[in-house]
């Protein structure tokens, strides 16, 4: 049966009224990736205002890893919301807050403590203050291709310009970024008998001797896997030989798991492939299924860093968030989303792996559990980002039902944050238009656009 309903064009009238009073009312830089607006959503399912059906594997950027309206999280919301909504832990404390805690310190290696706040960027920037309390240095090093949020300390560590980072100048000093271990744009040749992983490793060492003293770094800070850089996943070797070097310096090193985070790759963290204890991650996205909320979670040593009274703020860890946070770790518990994502990413990977026998526009499927992405090439020698058409790509399958990001340094990549309860059913029939999307985008390409070409199409 079809999953995907149209009723009308995309958008539809409704979604068209309610885009015009976005346009009227709303600033530019908030713009609209979606041309349709959304009434309810379940499962991996989306209902627009017009009545048109939708499969959703964007997860609101990898926010619903259980699945939109998910029964018990919505119950757990609405138990709390009908207690009490606000308090300030930090004014008149609860217990739901610890108790959330303790049950992220055991599912994160290495982990003893856990502190609540809002956004990803707002853990970004509380491990940031905790890392400089704990060594008494002011330096951090983030990598190319990194993201980490929008708030200034956050956007600093980010690494694209556009749109992030363009006319919001001056961000933080004392970022030092270095190139991320992409098996695919590898930043360096390996010498001989040395790894990849342990080659790019190195980049850490000349950034200490030419940018920054080893004895100046309070921080290093790393997506375990690249999101909105472009799922780029790096060699086994490579956490290892970069937490080694963090160790020997004495540099806290966090993991920012607020993408990679609560399944995604087919565990719990994505740390746990590699075999590191991070002092800190952050984590935010899936943690509440969609309610606000955002964590560090690490050593107590670091952590217990600032002063009593030091961290905080208005919304510290929301009641109904937390209440939401333990349903869904509830969810995570019984070890099926986990096998689930992995099964999900096996058939993408699967299904673009035999498009790309047939594409040359496809240059690289890649990634970890559940988080897939393709990257599309001008050129497959000189690797030439292709722009342009995976926006289209994105473009047709909204018009078609489907509902996919973008991601990438360039914007080139087409990126998988579907819910981990899509059904096989679902999946299928969202890559069968997505597939049709790519033959048509890549048909576009090659088909000479002459009268001759035209005439040939359509003989008469
Ligand atoms: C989305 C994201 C952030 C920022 O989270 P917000 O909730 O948008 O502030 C930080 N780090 C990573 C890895 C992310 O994917």
């Known amino acids: ?108 290696p290495g982990a003893e403590k856990a502190a609540f706040f809002n956004a990803g960027a707002e853990a970004v920037e509380n491990a940031i203050k905790m890392a400089r309390a704990y060594t008494g240095r002011k330096a951090v090093i983030s990598f190319e291709g990194g993201f980490h949020g929008r708030t200034w300390m956050a956007l600093s560590l980010t690494s694209k310009t556009e749109p992030y980072k363009k006319g919001f100048l001056p961000l933080a000093s004392e970022v030092y970024r270095i190139p991320y271990a992409s098996p695919y744009r590898p930043p360096v040749v390996p010498r001989e008998g040395q790894s990849f992983g342990e080659a790019c490793a190195e980049l850490l060492d000349k950034a200490f001797a030419q940018y920054v003293a080893a004895g100046d770094v309070a921080a290093l800070i790393l997506e375990p896997i690249l999101g909105e850089g472009g799922f780029v996943v790096p060699p086994e070797d490579y956490l290892p030989a970069l937490k080694a070097r963090c160790e020997e310096h004495g540099i806290v090193f966090i993991a920012d798991e607020v993408q990679t985070g609560f399944g995604r790759t087919g565990k719990m963290f994505a740390v746990e492939h590699s075999g590191v204890e991070p002092d800190l991650v952050t984590m935010a996205k899936s943690i509440a299924a969609g309610m606000p909320l955002s964590a560090v979670v690490g050593r107590a040593e670091v952590m217990d860093a ?9 919304y510290p860890g929301n009641p109904v968030a937390l209440a939401s946070a333990a349903a869904v770790l509830d969810r995570f518990e019984d070890g099926e989303l986990l096998r689930r994502s992995r099964e999900i990413g096996d058939r993408i990977k699967e299904r673009f792996t035999a498009l790309a026998e047939r594409v040359d526009l496809i240059g690289d499927v890649r990634g970890l559990g559940a988080m897939i992405a393709v990257e599309f090439v001008g050129d497959r020698e000189t690797k030439e980002p292709a722009k342009a058409e995976a926006s289209k790509v994105i473009e047709l399958a909204a018009g078609r039902g489907v509902l996919v990001l973008s991601a990438g340094v360039y914007g080139n990549c087409i990126r998988f944050l579907s819910p981990l309860v899509v059904t096989d059913e679902q999946l299928d029939e969202a890559l069968d238009v997505l597939e049709g999307c790519v033959l048509e985008v890549a048909d576009g390409r090659s088909t000479p656009r002459t009268a001759d070409a035209t005439a040939l199409a359509n003989p008469t």
């Open 1 to 108: 049966m079809a999953h995907i309903k149209l009723v009308t064009e995309v958008p539809g009238p409704v979604s068209r009224a309610m885009a015009a009073r976005h346009e009227r009312f709303v600033p530019r830089g908030l713009s609209l990736g979606f041309p349709a607006f959304i009434r309810e959503a379940e499962g991996a399912m989306l209902t627009d205002v017009d009545g048109n059906r939708f499969i959703d594997l964007a997860g609101g950027v990898g926010v619903l890893n259980v699945g939109h309206s998910d029964a018990a999280v919505i119950e757990a919301a609405r138990e709390q919301l009908g207690r009490f909504v606000h308090t300030d832990y930090t004014v008149a404390p609860y217990g739901i807050y610890a108790e959330v805690a303790e049950r992220l310190v055991s599912l994160v």
């Open 306 to 314: 600032p002063d009593p009274g030091a961290l905080g703020g208005t």
